[in-house]
T-cell receptor, first 115, second 114 residues
Framework: AQSVSQHNHHVILSEAASLELGCNYS??????LFWYVQYPGQHLQLLLK??????LVKGIKGFEAEFIKSKFSFNLRKPSVQWSDTAEYFC?????????????FGTGTRLTIIP | DAGVTQSPTHLIKTRGQHVTLRCSPI?????VSWYQQVLGQGPQFIFQ???????GRGNFPDRFSARQFPNYSSELNVNALLLGDSALYLC?????????????FGAGTRLSVL
C-alpha cells in the first residue's frame, strides 16, 4: 500500500521568504506525483505534477518541485512567497500499477504567510 | 466551462439516516472518483467509476456505495450514518483511464452527522 508523509503540519513565513515543504512517499514502483493547493474557502487545485522525464517540474504561481527517486521525495519549493500563498498544501501520489487512478494524499501542510 | 459540480453544498443528518451526494463531472470526462476529507486530514479515496463501472474501492465499509449514470454523473450513498462519517466529501473527474490524467476536484459536500 502507498502512503504519503508531510512532516510539516503548519508553516509560518514572512512575505518574500523562501519555502520548502517536504513530501515523502512509500511505494517503490512507478509513481505519478502531485501537489494540490486548497485556498481558504476554495476547492482543491493542481499546482504541479510529475509523470516522467525531468525530475524538476515547474507549476503555476512560481512553484516548483523536485522528484528525488532515491529519497522517495517530492518537495515543493518557491523562492519568494506572497501573502496570497496562504493555503493548505497536499502532496499526492498514484501509480499505474494499482489498476485505478486512486490518489493517496498526505495529511497536508497549512501555510500561513505574514504580510 | 463548468468545473466539477457537487450538490448539496452542506447537509445535516442524524445518526442512522441515509444520505445521497451528487456529482456532475466536467463535460467530456468519463471518470469520477469520490474522496472523504475529515477535518485536519488529507482526502481519502472511496471509489472510482469509469464508464459506469466500479474501477476501484478504498477501505470503506459496505455502508458506502456509489454509481455512475450514462451521462457520467455520479451518486455516493451512505447508509446507517455514524458520527464519524462527518466530513467533506469530494468528487473528482478525469478524462479517461490513462495514468497520466489529472483529477479535477469539486468544492465538496460538507456532511454533518449529529
Amino acid at each position: 500500500a502507498q502512503s504519503v508523509s508531510q512532516h510539516n503540519h503548519h508553516v509560518i513565513l514572512s512575505e518574500a521568504a523562501s519555502l520548502e515543504l517536504g513530501c515523502n512517499y512509500s511505494y517503490g514502483g512507478t509513481v505519478n506525483l502531485f501537489w494540490y493547493v486548497q485556498y481558504p474557502g476554495q476547492h482543491l487545485q493542481l499546482l504541479l505534477k510529475y509523470f516522467s522525464g525531468d525530475p524538476l517540474v515547474k507549476g503555476i504561481k512560481g512553484f516548483e518541485a523536485e522528484f528525488i527517486k532515491s529519497k522517495f521525495s517530492f518537495n515543493l519549493r518557491k523562492p519568494s512567497v506572497q501573502w496570497s500563498d496562504t493555503a493548505e498544501y497536499f502532496c499526492a501520489v498514484n501509480s499505474p500499477n494499482f489498476g485505478n487512478e486512486k490518489l493517496t494524499f498526505g495529511t497536508g501542510t497549512r501555510l500561513t504567510i505574514i504580510p | 466551462d463548468a468545473g466539477v459540480t457537487q450538490s448539496p453544498t452542506h447537509l445535516i443528518k442524524t445518526r442512522g439516516q441515509h444520505v445521497t451526494l451528487r456529482c456532475s463531472p466536467i463535460s467530456g470526462h468519463k471518470s469520477v472518483s469520490w474522496y472523504q476529507q475529515v477535518l485536519g486530514q488529507g482526502p481519502q479515496f472511496i471509489f472510482q467509476y469509469y464508464e459506469k463501472e466500479e474501477r476501484g474501492r478504498g477501505n470503506f465499509p459496505d455502508r458506502f456505495s456509489a454509481r455512475q449514470f450514462p451521462n457520467y454523473s455520479s451518486e455516493l450513498n451512505v447508509n446507517a450514518l455514524l458520527l464519524g462519517d462527518s466530513a467533506l466529501y469530494l468528487c473528482a473527474s478525469s478524462s479517461d483511464r490513462t495514468y497520466k490524467n489529472i483529477q479535477y476536484f469539486g468544492a465538496g459536500t460538507r456532511l454533518s452527522v449529529l
